[in-house]
T-cell receptor
Framework: EPEVTQTPSHQVTQMGQEVILRCVPI?????FYWYRQILGQKVEFLVS????????KSEIFDDQFSVERPDGSNFTLKIRSTKLEDSAMYFC????????????FGSGTRLTVV | GENVEQHPSTLSVQEGDSAVIKCTYS??????FPWYKQELGKRPQLIID?????GEKKDQRIAVTLNKTAKHFSLHITETQPEDSAVYFC????????????FGAGTRLTVKP
């Protein structure tokens, strides 16, 4: 079964540093997403991406965040100047259109900002 | 935007009993409602979904019901087993839009043997 892969699985970074979280969506999918989950809390929508541009973003996705699809396979989330409260699990997801079977989430990247 | 409310936040049942988790949504345009199961430290896994043109869907011990008029949908797990213990999230989205989903806050289900 096709999978969404994310790297790294765990990243520790100093406050104020930039991090890039990487995702490889399922190859025939057209819609890409980033979600985050603070420990013990709900999954929160960050951003959706289609046709090489952001389709929608939440209030969480402020100027310190950016997304990019630098080539035909990778989808990245950059956090420019990390804050302690950015510590969370970040899930990438992809879907085909029309949506027939729900998202496929990646296994997540646990970001720890110290 | 869409707002999804989920209840209860925690649910404890005896093995073999049924468990019911309820969600409400705010955007009447939402037409796709998946349920995810998340075990500790793992990614959310889709377990069942329902579309707005269907009132009920069943898959073995799991069923979902949808009331479009009242804007609520529920997950029913029958004959619960200890391995059903996990956090369950409901979600709502509008297909044929961006498909981005809004999740409920989650229900921690504990099935006691």
């Amino acid at each position: 079964e096709p999978e969404v892969t994310q790297t790294p699985s765990h990243q520790v970074t100093q406050m104020g540093q930039e991090v890039i979280l990487r995702c490889v969506p399922i190859s025939n999918h057209l819609y890409f997403y980033w979600y985050r989950q603070i420990l013990g809390q709900k999954v929160e929508f960050l951003v959706s991406f289609y046709n090489n541009e952001i389709s929608e973003k939440s209030e969480i996705f402020d100027d310190q965040f950016s997304v990019e699809r630098p080539d035909g396979s990778n989808f990245t989330l950059k956090i420019r100047s990390t804050k302690l409260e950015d510590s969370a699990m970040y899930f990438c997801a992809s879907s085909a259109r029309p949506l027939n079977y729900g998202y496929t989430f990646g296994s997540g990247t646990r970001l720890t900002v110290v | 935007g869409e707002n999804v409310e989920q209840h209860p936040s925690t649910l404890s049942v005896q093995e073999g009993d049924s468990a019911v988790i309820k969600c409400t949504y705010s955007d009447s345009a939402s037409n796709y409602f998946p349920w995810y199961k998340q075990e500790l430290g793992k990614r959310p896994q889709l377990i069942i979904d329902i579309r707005s043109n269907v009132g009920e869907k069943k898959d073995q011990r799991i069923a979902v019901t949808l009331n479009k008029t009242a804007k609520h949908f529920s997950l029913h797990i029958t004959e619960t087993q200890p391995e059903d213990s996990a956090v369950y999230f409901c979600a709502a989205s509008i297909q044929n839009n961006n498909n981005d989903m809004r999740f409920g806050a989650g229900t921690r289900l504990t099935v006691k043997p």
